[in-house]
């Protein structure tokens, strides 16, 4: 079959945007590419990967997890369903560490990413602080397999520990810690392709979403510098409880609440409090 054949195939099962995206990462070509190539005939195995991957996606599979890897920050990331699909809110969370590391002219911080999943936050702050010492912790052995493959396939020296938070984090000091932890409310609503796709144990923070802080922010004392950047992405209802947790837990520290792109509260950033 051709490329223009089996964009109209494709149609079958899916939206043309995707269709094309799926024919395009088993072609090895830019989605727009594929208008300059509608004649070619294209290998019967890479036909049969397409029907495959067309058939998962006409079962509500996210195209993420079809296609295996997203785009993150410029950078390539291996996913699968044992890792959350990166959001672009998480890409505004690094972008803030590294404006927070730039304006602080720190190029070789020790960085700790708590829950790390596939790697997105640490091993993208490593790629931009090349001299930076990261550490990524998560509790799922499943996760820590993807998150390591990626620094293997990115070329990134990092350190990876198995642990349910703090537990097993020798302590040392920081200059940043970051987390993205589970936080949807056991009864919030959300979109039935993540609920039924995405590993509930990176979702969900308890009754209030809060769990995950909770047991970070009992240790994270232990682990700061005496200059430091703790950066949570955070549920959009969560800021001002989790900020009065901060307020309790960490003595003389500065709060400050971020909104993401579509206008809600998405991150919240700990700094020590000079004023
Ligand atoms: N942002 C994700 C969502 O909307 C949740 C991520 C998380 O719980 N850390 O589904």
């Known amino acids: 079959m051709t490329v223009e054949e089996l964009i109209v195939y494709g149609k079958k099962y ?20 594929l208008l300059t190539i509608l004649d070619k005939v294209v290998e019967e195995d890479k036909v049969n990967l397409y029907k495959e991957a067309l058939l998962a996606l ?109 537990s097993n984090v020798p302590i040392d000091k920081y200059d940043v810690i970051t987390s993205n932890p589970p936080y949807i409310m056991t009864d919030e609503e959300i979109e039935e392709i993540v609920k039924n796709n995405e590993p509930h144990l990176a979702l969900y923070g308890g009754i209030d979403g809060l769990d995950c802080y909770r047991n970070i922010l009992k240790d994270i004392n232990n682990y700061l510098k005496d200059d430091y950047l703790i950066a949570f992405e955070i549920g959009y209802l969560e800021g001002s409880a989790l900020k009065e947790l901060i307020n309790n837990t960490i003595p003389n520290s500065k709060v400050t609440i971020k909104k993401d792109l579509s206008n809600k509260d998405r991150m919240l950033f700990v700094e020590k409090n000079i004023d």
């Open 14 to 33: 899916t939206s043309s945007t995707h269709a094309k995206m799926l024919l395009a990462n088993f072609l090895e070509v830019n989605p727009l590419e």
């Open 58 to 166: 006409s079962e509500n599979r996210p195209i993420q997890y079809v296609i295996g890897h997203v785009n993150f920050y410029g950078l390539k990331f291996k996913v699968n369903e044992n890792v959350l699909i990166p959001r672009f809110e998480t890409e505004e969370l690094v972008e803030n560490i590294k404006n927070y590391l730039e304006n602080k002219n720190i190029t070789n911080p020790k960085i700790l990413d708590l829950g790390c999943g596939s790697g997105v936050i640490g091993l993208t702050l490593k790629h931009f602080f090349p001299d930076s010492l990261v550490t990524l912790v998560d509790i799922s052995e499943e996760a820590l397999i993807v998150a390591e493959d990626n620094a293997k396939t990115l070329g990134l020296d990092a350190n990876f520990i198995k642990s349910d938070w703090f």
